[in-house]
């Protein structure tokens, strides 16, 4: 997936100007974030249940180097073979040489954020593997070579005439139908070819967990059970935040994630794998690896801070309650991660200087941070991805900003502790602000205000001002 | 009598001095005895949402040494309210005096609405109003205070006002300062949206307690749609909703 | 090699400051907890008619073959594939094969994964299965797979009929996991939650079921 999160505006511009895009804004995350509310509140303290989810991923990062540790040694003597990645080269490379060495043409594959952050599919099909994604959304994008709108619905922006006129080209759909169950059908028995003679599949995880060496997939589709059930060789990738300590810690988490992505109970489908395959068993894996990635986040794990920001869950619960998600879509962000759970990972992935706008494109509503089940304040990780920014941090791989916003800060601030200047630069602006003033309103000015004045007008700066009108009139009437 | 220091956000002293008048109204028609530091300036929430948060801790440093001395701080802006409570301690983490100061004086500033029911006790102000008003919940005011039921009541103790609905009520406006002017498309499209809300809910007046949304959702209406009122709380209880326009 | 790069993140890892975290809440019991078991079963029979699962409730196991009868006449069933857990132990289903003309397999009838792989995906019009667990929270189905419980037979076939015993019905998912965690280094390779058939909404939020596991769960309830 080509990464264009330098493009935000642009891309959020061509976005808002997209009537299919805009149809679907309209009504779709209402009414997802209506089935997730819906489904919290069926729990007995939806509220305490959010609080102990968000202790449960901080206890679970907090000891995250014994947690792994532990979940490698108890996967490893369940027969798993562990594999530590340090960046998406070392994870792709092991997976292609894995998947060379056992003489595959294709691999299926369960929807895997980490999988797309590290560009695992071209990486394979460069090499002359294959790549079936088999969630029926991500395997629409991946054919339409997008990336995903929403984490749980990456094609739900699709129209449906584009998914038949794609099935038709793709999947050669014989009835070219308009009925999106039929469609889905014929993905159905295109992809169950698939599975029926896989050799190797790939899937992601939710939740790994330590004290058993267990990995755990929850997914509504079958399409995951099917990539664990049929090949002789299974791939899990897990990025390395995703381990908790316990069984009974995983269950809450997987009650959270269900109720805030779809505002299901549980998904239709929850697999917990400890190991390959027994000896008498006909189906499962005969190998099972699990392998580990890095890809910046240790680095992110040593900023107290933004450590926070790795106990996302991946729900998706942010992007319908986010004012400016609901505007643009997903695609304007760029990448993998989009919404507020793209604007405080991608920047710590990427790095600040790429993801500029990402982080700055937010009014702090909070709406996020309120909705979050793990307790994630990204409205304070923007401020402090913003505060980096200015001080041009290289741990953050950061760079200064413009000179002439670095000097009207520091005229801010002075002046507004120095009430004479102060007072002295509203004089001094009040003519050049009021200059093309009709009737008390401003509806054009000089300066660097422009992106206000298309649409909006703002009255103009009052002849006497609060400070004046107290002193010459309010002050004395009491 | 209660003497109230006011905390006169910038945008108000600047843009909307009737919104501050309207407080002093209010507050002495309570009771209080309101106090205004003439050097006050700004709480500094422009550099800090920039990033600037050095220049943000020389500002704090200003408005604390202003307002230290008081007992009870009251403003009409929540999200100001919300600079001092919440990121003055934040950002003065590193120099103990001034943290200890700024921890100090968090608990004595009130957004105005939270001041009147919950401190004063007040909901009947003694306003009237014959028509449908509806309300737009900011973001810094309901999220970010817990603020939400204190301005309802005192619209429904309004004699003759009707306190309706508003869709997506709790929804984002789209102003956040800096963000309305660097990102004005997808701003105008928070706003548009919020526009509509309001023209399809039937109500007469729109009110809400913050500056910074009156600005944004009154710019745009006063642009695009000349005809339709929106006011401040205080405004609107202090004149019976019969403020003059939009303008100064 | 492997083996310092494993070195490398974990020290990074442990490099990192410590930081505090916050408390963890009591939680309120769930209210299926506080169930006896008529409820349980109530609440498990509720549950499934949310997920749109018929549920057929029979007194005994003689029972489940009549009403396999009736559900094989209503589907078209010609040719099935079945688990050897120890619910379906318990029925003759090879002799409820012949007498109502109907192919009865299991995963041990072929010699080869391969083999068995293209019955249960090509042949199988159902799987037909036992159920481990039934948790009484949501109308979940919990399947310990092993030798006698393949996977493949509760997913690929387009129907899946669950034979659930009242006494598997639990209230909490978490009791479950007790049983099947109970050993360490015993955990099943694979452990199950089925809730409901497979399902998608990814054209247009458009849901329906079927996407790629079954399109229809059928549970016949015994007891």
Known sequence: MEIKTEQFTELARKELKNERTRFFLKVIPAVMKARRDAGMANLPDPSAAMACGAAIRAEALARLPELLEEFEKNATANGMKVFWARDDKEANEFIKKLAKEKGVRYVTKGKSMVTEETALNELLEEHGIEVWETDLGEFIAQQLHRPPFHIVGPAINVPVEEVRDLFIQKIGLKEPTLDPIQLGYAARLFLRDKFHHVQMGVTGVNVAVAETGTIINVENEGNIRFTKASPPVQVSVMSLEKVVASMEDALHMIRLVCRNCTGQRISVYVSMDSGPKKKDEIDGPEELYIVIVDNGRSKIYQDAKARDALRCIRCGACLVSCPVWRQVGGYAYGWAYSGPMGQVLNPMILGLERTQELYRASTLCGSCKSICPVGIDHPSLFLYYRAKDVLGDPNFKSVNRPWMERKFFKMFSWAAATPWAWNMGVRMARPIMNKDAQNGVVSKAKGPFQGWFRSRNIPAMAGDTFHDRWKNNLKDKG | MKEVSLFIPCTVDLFAPRIGEAVVNLLRRVGANPIYHEEQTCCGQPAMNAGYREEAKKVAKHFITVFEKDPVIVSPAGSCVCMVKDHYPEILEDEPDWFRRAKDLAPRVYEFSQYLVDVLKVEDVGASFEGKVTYHESCHILRGLGVSEQPKKLIRAVKGAQLIPLDNADSCCGFGGEFANDFPDISESMVKDKVESFLTSGADLLVLNEPGCFLNIGGYLNRNHPGKRIMHLASFLATNGREAEYGN | ?223
Do not use: C
Request: proline share 6%; hydrophobic share 45%.
């Open chain 3, 1 to 223: 090699m492997a083996q310092s790069v494993r070195d490398e993140i974990l020290a990074k890892l442990r490099a990192a400051p410590s930081v505090g975290v916050p408390t963890r809440p009591t939680l309120p019991p769930y209210k299926t907890l506080s169930m006896n078991q008529e409820q349980l079963i109530a609440e498990f029979i509720a549950r499934l008619a949310e997920e749109a699962v018929a549920v057929h409730r029979v007194k005994d196991f003689p029972e489940v073959l009549d009403r396999l009868t009736v559900i094989a006449s209503e589907e078209g069933l010609k040719k099935v594939m079945t688990s050897a857990d120890d619910v379906i132990s318990r029925l003759d289903l090879a002799g409820w094969g012949k007498k109502n003309d109907i192919q009865v397999m299991t995963p041990r009838d072929f010699p080869d994964r391969n083999s068995y792989r293209d019955a249960v995906f090509d042949q199988a019009q159902a799987g037909i299965t036992g159920a481990d667990f039934a948790v009484a929270e949501s109308a979940t189905i919990g399947l310990i797979h092993n030798k006698d419980q393949s996977r493949l037979v509760s997913l690929a076939p387009i129907l899946h009929i669950a034979i659930v015993p009242v006494d598997r019905i639990i209230p909490v998912y978490e009791k479950a996991i007790e049983k099947a965690f109970a050993k360490k280094g015993e955990y099943p390779s694979q452990f199950v939650f089925i809730t409901g058939p497979s399902m998608t909404g990814d054209i247009q939020g458009v849901l329906f079921k079927g996407m790629h596991g079954p399109r229809k769960v059928i549970v016949i309830l015994v007891g």
